[in-house]
Every structure is written in structure tokens, then in C-alpha cells.
């Protein structure tokens, strides 16, 4: 895989909240991790966590290098994926209802890159008002839902926003929705999520 690792260190003492943890999910030791940090922060010229005995902060330099290293390594993560071939066995599903103006606008190119990226997967891109959405989510039958609101009891969030030049609000925004249950287990989803967030 492609990767800085000293950023990916950085960026997972960042979500865990702690070096102990970090040291843990990386499957190295906190003095290598301390040294990854300490390395980073030399190089900034300033310290990008404040450290206490019960939680570890990002300062305001950390929070900016965090922004990005999420970036970079969501593009490593996508980088690799058109670089490795995939395998037969990774052939997946995935469908997405969506609101009608969402699929055509937003989520057609994103789907169309996605398939381009992980050629193993197929989607189907399904236009379908709110209401059927949140039934399909809610019966197994969508992965993802995008609707013009959150559907109540999913894992929602906006994912794609319409503005009108010199307007002071987005002349139209859509949620992701996801069943709370699949948030944090189903590859499919976090790869064509991961491609959404990579895309231009």
C-alpha cells in the first residue's frame, strides 16, 4: 500500500483520541508512536496535540494537518485500488436509492468513477422519493439511501449540497443515509464513500 506512514500514525492517534490506542490499532509499540509524532512535529516546527493524563487534543496546526492527511490518505487508498488488479472474489453489489435530481446530477458521475475504480463492483442506481427510500434502507433492500432529509433513526449526514451563486444558503441539500447496523461493515459502502469524498 501506498502510504506516508508517519501521517497515517498522526492521523490514527487523531481519531483514537490517544497514543496507547494508536499504538494498538497500528500493531506497533507507543514509544514508535510517540517517535512518528515527535518526528512530524519537529519537521511543522510546533506541536500538533495538546497531551494530558486523560485525553490527547489536536492543537489548531494538528486540526489543519488533519484535514489534510484525511485527503491524502483517502488518495493513497484510491490509488492503490486502480493500481492493484482486482480479484475475481471481489465482485460486490451495490445499491443506492436515491432521490431522483441526486442520481442524475450527483450520484451518476460518482457512481461512473467508482465502477471505474473498483471495476469488480456493480451498482444499481435506483430514483426513488424519500419515503421508499427509508422503507428500502430499512428492509435490506439499499445500502445507501440519499434523500432531500435525514431519514429518522439511520446514521444520516449531508452528503452533497446545490448552491446559487450570491445566495446566502445551498438552494438544495442531500443526506446520506445508512441503517445503523451497516455503518461500519459493509466495504462496498465505505469504498464508494471513500471515492465520493476523493472526487473531482
Not at 492543537?59 to 493513497?76: C, H, M, Q, S, V
Request: with cysteine; hydrophobic share 40%; glycine share 4%.
Amino acid at each position: 500500500m501506498i502510504c506516508d506512514y508517519r501521517l497515517k500514525v498522526f492521523f490514527t492517534v487523531a481519531v483514537k483520541g490517544s497514543f496507547t490506542a494508536a499504538a494498538k490499532e497500528l500493531g506497533i509499540t507507543q514509544p514508535a508512536v510517540s517517535n512518528h509524532i515527535s518526528e512530524l512535529e519537529n519537521a511543522i516546527g510546533d506541536a500538533l496535540f495538546f497531551r494530558s493524563r486523560r485525553e490527547t487534543v489536536l492543537t489548531p496546526k494538528g486540526r489543519i494537518l488533519f484535514d489534510y492527511a484525511e485527503k491524502i490518505l483517502n488518495l493513497y487508498r484510491c490509488a492503490d485500488r486502480e493500481l492493484v488488479p482486482v480479484r475475481r472474489d471481489e465482485r460486490r453489489q451495490l445499491t443506492i436509492a436515491a432521490n431522483p435530481e441526486a442520481a442524475k446530477f450527483i450520484l451518476k458521475p460518482l457512481a461512473d468513477n467508482f465502477c471505474r475504480i473498483y471495476p469488480g463492483t456493480e451498482i444499481a442506481l435506483l430514483e426513488r422519493a424519500r419515503e421508499e427510500s427509508a422503507i428500502m434502507l430499512e428492509d435490506g433492500e439499499a445500502d445507501i439511501a440519499v434523500t432531500d432529509a435525514p431519514i429518522p433513526n439511520t446514521d444520516s449526514t449531508v452528503f452533497a449540497t446545490v448552491s446559487i451563486a450570491g445566495a446566502s444558503r445551498p438552494a438544495m441539500t442531500w443526506y446520506l443515509n445508512r441503517k445503523k447496523s451497516d455503518s461500519a461493515d459493509n466495504p462496498a459502502v465505505e469504498d464508494f464513500l471513500l471515492c465520493c469524498r476523493t472526487f473531482k
